[in-house]
């Protein structure tokens, strides 16, 4: 929309929601919209609000109320500190408004801002110089005109707050939402400092703020969410997400802040140490439940002698979709009509999908859902429906965000048999796979546990971070990966076509992409998730392949930074729980 003619006045409609914008009648137009090489930049007069700058046809600030934005993002982390801040990043920021308050602070002895875009600060401080105000003459401040992201990778533990205040993640300030750049800032970070980025509306955007918040909860010891309302920002509630390096600092910035307000003695109009330390306790809650989705995975000891047929499988799964309380999308595929062993069938559900297929006397199934998932429920149905003896049962987070030996620890292993009264899934102890390094799993003496004559099949499930939005929000690059990529890295043999449907997740978390690829003697099914640039796979193989290049070839693909992986044996049954557990791994892959 940007700027429109409405009879003889001139108005702008901001342009950052498709479905849903606002608009303000304007009086002049100071500049007019420039190509700055980096964005499209305009500034505009109001009658109402003063003067806006407008970037990419998003509302940055308006003179009028500017100050809100202003105040919070430079005081909330100023006064939460443990000790006043004496060093200050700014990255972003160009029209200054940030360095102006932060500039207030008397203890500083330095604010380094890092812009991008020259154009901005030159336009800026022409024509709104009340915005950076003195900050030009101040012997503290120093500006750089760079790639923030690229500046900050070479001050270490320099800074006692940085504050990030970028353009929504869209043109040039993509790169500053992603985990290698909040792993620079908290390397830049000093010793109980605290970094804080302006993460989005967070009802208009709601994927912004709880993406940011999965990014920096893996790098930084704690992590908040300051929020407050102005003109400017459309869609009511707005965000900044703040991480520190310490894991006190969060805990006491309230005191603190009162403290540190009261001695600095600055007057603010709308930041208050009052409200400041625990804004929105129950929005803050829910964040750290919320995960990406769980799996049970269950090998399923069929008692014989006749093996479930295609139609009993189809049975199971049209009846497990009622017990975990999923909507079946689309008819199930299957890799071949007759249904031999190592046969699969996949039906994708509204979040994601269950699989299934059997080796020897073992019914391999795999429920995943993006939401919560009813496991007793899954398990008690399944062990009923094919009138088994008894299940091991691996317990999966998945797309957690959280450290390798946290999902471990979240990673449970059991047995489950039906108790006879009621069809409830009975567990026995619980047991975590073994933590491995991937030198260890990538190393010539690794066996997989098929190759150590311990089941009939493996699985290699991947949680990948951090990956290219460009690659898995493209259907077609998904299924190219799935259909050739993976299938030649990993030397299987692919069945049929991979399919990518767009189903659109019930959930918007989790939109993305879903790809099968069925295998011969098993499947490869992988979910996108576009918001939170992460990427699951699950891999079941009756054929060994190797690990590395299969896992680096994936991530390499996807331009994943981080993965968490598990190798499960599959196509068990009898064998020892605690065995089981052994032989099953969890390990971390970086790349470097
Ligand atoms: N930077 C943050 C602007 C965010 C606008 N986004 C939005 N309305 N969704 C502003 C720069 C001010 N110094």
Known sequence: MGLVKKGHQLWFFEELYPDVTYGFKVSKVIVPETQTGFQRLMILETDRLGRVLVLDGIVQLTEEDEGIYHEWIAHWPLFALLKPAKHVLIVGGGDGG???????????KSVTMVEIDKMVVDLCREHMPAISGDIFGDPRFKLIIGDGAEVIRADKGKYDVIIID????????????????????????????????????????????PGSWRQMERIFDDVRVV?????????????????????????????????????????TDWYSPQIAALPYPEFQKRLELDRYGEEIVMDIELAGPRMPGLKQVKKWSRETCEAIKMKAFGAPMVSAPGFGEGDTLVQYIETSAINYRRYGKTACANCFTCAALPVDDAVGF????????????????????????????????????????????????????????????FSPDFKLPMDQGFSSAFELIMDIY??????????????????????????????GRAEAPDFGH?????????????????????????????????????KGFPLRKAI??????????????????????????????DRTAIFAVEKK
């Not at 703040?242 to 009261?262: C, D, I, L, T």
Request: one cysteine or more; proline letters at 4%.
């Open 552 to 581: 680096e070839y994936t991530m390499d693909y996807f331009q994943g930074k981080y993965a968490v992986c598990w190798i499960l044996p599959r196509g068990i049954s009898s064998q020892n729980i605690k065995d089981i557990a």
């Open 506 to 542: 019930a959930k918007k978390k989790t939109a993305g992409p879903s790809v099968t690829q069925l295998l011969a003697k098993g499947s490869n099914i992988s979910h996108y998730s576009v918001n939170w640039l992460m990427i699951v796979v699950n891999v079941v193989s009756g």
């Open 166 to 209: 970028s353009t929504d993640p869209i043109g040039p300030a993509k790169s500053l939402f992603n985990t290698s750049f909040y792993q620079s800032v908290y390397d830049a970070l000093a010793e109980g400092g605290i970094a804080i980025h302006q993460t989005g509306a967070l009802i208009l955007q709601p994927y912004e703020c």
């Open 466 to 495: 951090d990956c290219d939005y460009s690659m898995i929000s493209s259907c077609e690059a998904v299924s190219r990966w799935a259909a050739e990529g993976f299938s030649k890295a990993a030397g299987l043999t692919p069945i």
């Open 227 to 267: 929020q407050f309302t102005n003109v400017s920002y459309m869609g009511g509630p707005f965000s900044l997400t703040a991480g520190s390096k310490g894991k006190k600092v969060f805990k006491q910035a309230e005191r603190n802040a009162k403290k540190a307000y009261k001695e600095a003695g600055i007057k």
């Open 98 to 108: 940030v360095a102006r308050e932060a500039l207030r602070h008397p203890y500083l």
């Open 382 to 441: 399944s062990l009923a429906d094919f009138g088994a003896r008894g299940a091991v049962c691996w317990h999966l987070p998945r797309g957690s965000f959280a450290d390798v030996k946290h999902i471990r620890r979240n990673t449970k292993i059991f047995k489950a048999g039906l108790s006879p009264s009621k069809g409830m899934a009975i567990k026995s102890k619980i047991y975590r796979p073994r933590l491995m390094g991937s030198a260890d799993v």
